[in-house]
């Protein structure tokens, strides 16, 4: 499904919807550019399964976790060159926790994705500075 917003705040709405829909064990993958909104979404995610707390990017951190319902696990894989270093910090055993976990820059580690991996990407709309097209897809509509 296609989906467009106007601004930060309809991102994380967009986010909220689509984290009420989560199971645990699921995997949100995202795809999108510097400054596209996947962490103003992962906020509405964090909203969406009850997790409370500031929910920022994890770029020095790899991952930041948040409590709630349902915990999130909240990855950037910016700075990694291979799935070979998710393995290392234990991504296995974050799949196997019974949270959500949110990946950023996913497409650096493609190959680790599991089936039934919900992909979001985020893409700057020519309509407006802060206009974008969100594509989900794996089978989850808003």
């Known amino acids: 499904m296609v ?3 106007d601004s930060a705040e309809q991102t ?5 919807k689509l984290g009420a ?4 064990g699921s995997v949100v993958a995202f ?8 962490t103003a979404f992962t906020r509405g ?14 770029t020095f951190t790899i991952v930041n976790e948040y409590r709630g319902k349902i915990p999130l696990f909240h990855f950037d894989m910016y700075r990694l060159s291979s ?17 959500v976990c949110a990946v ?5 580690v493609a190959d680790a994705m599991p089936a039934g991996t919900v992909y979001v990407t985020i893409e700057r ?15 989850k509509s808003l």
Do not use: H
């Not at 829909?21 to 645990?24: G, I, Y």
């Not at 795809?31 to 996947?38: D, N, W």
């Open 104 to 108: 950023e820059w996913s497409e650096n």
């Open 125 to 139: 709309s020519a309509e407006g500075e802060n206009a974008r097209v969100i594509t989900v897809t794996g089978g």
């Open 31 to 38: 795809r999108g550019g510097l400054g596209m909104g996947k």
């Open 12 to 16: 994380e709405a967009l986010g909220q």
């Open 45 to 58: 995610l964090a909203r969406g399964l009850g997790c409370m707390g500031r929910v920022t990017s994890p």
């Open 21 to 24: 829909t989560l199971t645990p």
């Open 83 to 99: 799935s070979d270093a998710l393995f290392d910090i234990g991504w296995e055993d974050y799949l196997d926790r019974g949270g």
């Open 3 to 5: 989906y467009r917003t």
